[in-house]
């Protein structure tokens, strides 16, 4: 099945002289939840901005449904919805006005039906006659994405859709997000959020300085970079590994009192029962044993941790195995 959005070698340099992007290529399938993950300033808006045709890039093609955002503009932004960082709505306007009025903009007729059932999804029916501004923050952000979704896009972005926001307010619009994927809207969305891009994200891309370190299966990222730690702290310090240790990966922490191993806890052979047997065969008492898993945050800083090494060229081999196959 072809993409439903296909950007080819997108770069943006801007008047100032940042180059906010760098030869960016990426495909998103039709009804997958994509996270862009990174830093502040790594590109992630002017990204979304160029392909909504907000920003123009300096190099590079961008499709969406087939459609080139430069010169079939119109038929690419009719495919999309964009939900902006910053809440600006018109404060004295009622909720469905406002709704109504982007689907203008858009060169949408009115279809009544399909604003209240937009409006009956974000639970915001209630208040269709309601000013904005008498609204609260979590209803606000519902509003803008109603907006977003009046000309029925295939395709929503969401910039940092729950920035600033509390915890409740997060979980209640990550539900959100997947009722509308449900209903077969592609989704791309930007974060800073690891939590949120674990909780939401079929596939998570990583950008950092303009270039797109890798796009993987959120699963397959976790899988590659979740790995477990396990710590053996011995009952008597030791110098150094007993003559005859026979494991290897195996290190001794710098007071000699753990032992440390890093293993793939989906192994079918984690090598820890080998571990456990060498430390009886050598007669070393145990005092305690523990293991902690990786998480998509310390994934993320060894990403981008393994970039910096490399001069910003590449990420480091031994954290990525391969470099960003943005397919
Ligand atoms: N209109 C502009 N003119 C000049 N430079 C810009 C402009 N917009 C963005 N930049 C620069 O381009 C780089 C990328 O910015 P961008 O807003 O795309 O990053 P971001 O990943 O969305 O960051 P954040 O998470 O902080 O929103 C930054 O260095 C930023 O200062």
């Not at 600006?88 to 203008?104: H, I």
């Not at 395709?155 to 509308?180: H, I, K, N, S, Y």
């Not at 902690?292 to 990420?315: D, I, P, W």
Request: glycine share 10%; with cysteine; aromatic share 4%.
């Amino acid at each position: 099945m072809a993409p439903i959005i296909q950007i080819d070698h997108l770069s943006k340099r801007y008047a100032g002289g940042t180059t906010a992007l760098d030869d960016v290529s990426l495909s998103i399938e039709a009804g997958e939840i994509l996270a862009l993950l990174g830093p502040n300033g790594a590109g992630k808006t002017t990204l979304i901005s160029i392909i909504c045709g907000l920003v123009t890039p300096t190099q590079g093609t961008v499709r969406v449904g087939g459609h080139d955002i430069a010169t079939d503009w119109r038929a690419a932004r009719r495919m999309i919805g964009l939900v902006p960082q910053e809440i600006a709505l018109e404060p004295f306007e009622t909720v469905a006005n406002s709704v109504r009025f982007t689907r203008g903009l858009y060169g949408a007729p009115p279809d009544e039906p399909h604003i209240e059932q937009v409006l009956r999804s974000l639970a915001l029916w209630d208040k269709r006659d309601a000013p904005t501004k008498t609204l609260s923050g979590g209803m606000k952000r519902r509003v803008l994405i109603a907006k977003a979704l009046s000309h029925k896009p295939q395709v929503l972005f969401l910039d940092e859709p729950t920035a600033g926001v509390d915890v409740q307010l997060r979980r209640e619009m990550w539900q959100v997000v997947r009722e509308l994927r449900a209903s077969g809207v592609t989704i791309i969305l930007t974060t800073h959020y690891l939590e949120e891009a674990e909780e939401m994200a079929d596939r998570i891309g990583v950008i950092d300085r303009g270039k797109l370190l890798l796009v993987r299966p959120k699963d397959q990222l976790m899988g590659e970079f979740g790995r477990k730690q396990l710590t053996v702290e011995l009952d008597a310090p030791l110098a150094a590994l007993p003559e005859g240790w026979g494991l290897r990966g195996i290190t001794l922490s710098a007071d000699g009192r753990s032992l440390e191993y890093d293993y793939d806890a989906r192994a079918d052979r984690t090598g820890i029962g080998r571990l456990l047997a060498e430390l009886g065969r050598l007669d070393l008492g145990v005092r305690d044993v523990a293991t902690r898993q990786s998480s998509l945050e310390e994934v993320f800083m060894a990403l981008l941790a393994g970039e910096q090494a490399a001069g910003g060229q590449a990420v480091g081999e031994q954290v990525v195995g391969e470099q960003g196959d943005a397919r």
